[in-house]
């Protein structure tokens, strides 16, 4: 039991029911805030979706998916279905029958379906506040450029008033994403050297050793870059760089993080790098190219990696480049960011300056997995010749708390429930982002990316970027 209010009670409408995300992480989230008591028990959940399905069969198909029997048990009769095509206005004036009071509408759906479906609630007047609070989450990807993000912002919120709306970003989900924050500015100690006089350069990594796999058909037509960079990296990069905000309100931490993302300045194509695996061995196991993959192109030009520099002009910011990347079919799944300080003026000691890389002298958080944070430095080698070695101070989560299995879509739920917007997207930040990747967008239509081995590190051009400032790239471990 957790000692947090519980949320209100409220009929959670899920378009695309029957999908992946509902049955994997949705519902298992929401039987999980159950059990921790953190849910109303008058709480209900309304799949929708095209099949041809009833109560039953869609409580089923969730069936699978549970861990915790015990307390889906209490929910499950919770669980109703309502069969309809998301672009007849007949669904939802069925829906309209059904839910009254509170509700939330989560759009599980293929994005194409986010413009019509918010319309069509609007048309019913289900997003009209009267008997109870309406809300509307709009799962990624958020548009698939700066113009259409544009569009589909201005289309939604023609409808329904921002603090209606709950953009995803499941990395906001994630603890380790949180703590970036309390890190920042609940030790006066990290606040006092966070700013371009100490730090050097930040890198933040989010590197998959899973491939594109079964799911071809969406991959190929969004890329490394769309899938990961103006949306997660980029809420990364906010956390990192933002003010500290002057209240924990959603709007005064959203206002600051918005800040820094309009302060990143749009990466030219020369500041950036794509890549695309070709065959290897991850964990041993052989793997075909990408261009083999199911319900990919043989013949386009899609990346799987991406490394770019981004500049932040800020008072703080200036000077300092944060370096992102992100890839699949990689050496091994590492979600990180290092902040790298600067050398001392004078090295002091003989040995502290080693060739070629730096090593120590920087803040490690470790998002996934082993999720902790290490403070790496050097320290003298015991004995009578001065000699200096990279040591490091590590906080691993799973020492110090019963981190428990969760889905990472419990706060985001939980969040949505109580009306607290912090962890979603402001239409500007997502709109930010994309201004940032565009030219990159608009350069990377022409031209092939660079292959990598399965299982590497990434191309050798993300290598040569950042060695071209005379930096290199944290090990994937
Ligand atoms: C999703 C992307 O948003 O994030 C996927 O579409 C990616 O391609 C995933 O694998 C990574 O998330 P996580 O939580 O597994 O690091």
């Known amino acids: 039991m957790s000692d947090a209010p519980r949320a209100p009670a409220a009929t959670l409408v899920i378009f695309g029911a029957m999908g992946d995300l509902a049955r ?29 399905a009833d109560d039953d069969a869609l409580r089923e ?53 986010f413009g019509p479906v918010v319309d069509a609630l609007a048309d019913a007047g289900l997003l009209d506040e ?28 023609a409808r329904a008033e921002e603090q209606q709306i709950y953009r995803i970003d499941h990395f906001l989900g994630k603890e380790t994403v949180q703590n970036i924050m309390v890190a920042r500015f609940g030790n006066v100690m990290l606040g006092a050297v966070w700013n371009n006089r100490y730090i050097d350069h930040v890198q933040i990594t989010a ?13 190929d037509s969004t890329g490394a870059l769309r899938d990961m ?25 959203r206002t600051e993080k918005s800040k820094v993302i309009a302060a990143a300045k749009p990466v030219p194509p020369e500041d950036a790098v794509r890549g695309r695996y070709e065959a290897g061995t991850i964990a041993g196991k052989p793997v075909a190219a990408y261009l083999e993959e199911a319900e990919v192109d043989p013949t386009g030009r899609t990346e799987t990696y991406a490394a770019l520099k981004v500049q932040v002009e800020t008072w703080r910011w200036s000077g300092v480049p944060f370096y992102l990347r992100t890839g699949k079919g990689l050496t091994a799944r590492d979600t990180e960011i290092v902040v790298q ?8 000691f003989r040995g502290t300056k080693a060739a070629g890389c730096p090593w120590g002298n920087r803040l490690r958080l470790q998002l ?39 889905t990472g879509y419990e706060t985001l739920l939980y969040d949505v429930l109580t009306g607290d917007q912090t962890l979603f997207q402001r239409a500007d930040q997502i709109e930010g982002g994309w201004r940032v990747v565009q030219p990159l967008l608009d350069a990377w239509r022409a031209g092939e990316p660079e292959g990598y081995a399965a299982g590497s590190a990434g191309p050798a051009g993300a290598d040569a970027l950042i060695a071209r400032d005379g930096r290199c790239w944290s090990e994937l471990a």
């Open 24 to 52: 994997r992480l949705l519902v298992p989230a929401l039987v999980n805030l159950s059990r921790d008591g953190l849910i109303d028990e008058a709480t209900t959940i309304l799949g929708v979706s095209h099949h041809d």
């Open 207 to 219: 590197a998959e050793a899973v491939t594109v796999g079964t799911r071809g058909k969406f991959y």
């Open 368 to 406: 996934q997995p082993n999720e902790g944070l290490s403070l790496e430095f050097v320290a003298k080698v015991p004995g009578p010749v001065m000699e200096t070695a990279p040591v490091s101070m590590d906080f691993h989560y799973a020492d110090r708390f019963a981190v428990g299995h969760q």
């Open 61 to 113: 198909a969730l069936d699978d998916f549970i861990e915790d029997q015990d307390s889906w048990s209490k929910l499950r009769d919770r669980v109703a279905y309502l069969k309809g095509d998301f672009e007849q206005a007949s669904t939802f004036a069925a829906l309209a029958e059904r839910v009254k009071g509170n509700a939330v509408f989560y759009l599980a759906t293929a994005p194409n379906f």
């Open 341 to 348: 300080f600067r050398d001392v003026p004078i090295a002091l």
């Open 130 to 157: 009267g008997a109870g609070f309406r809300r509307v989450v709009i799962e990624k990807p958020f548009g698939h450029d700066l113009t259409s993000a544009q569009a589909l912002n201005a289309r939604i919120l």
């Open 229 to 253: 960079v103006p949306n997660h990296l980029f809420q990364l990069l906010a956390l990192i760089g933002m003010e500290p905000p002057n209240s924990f309100d959603a709007d005064a931490i």
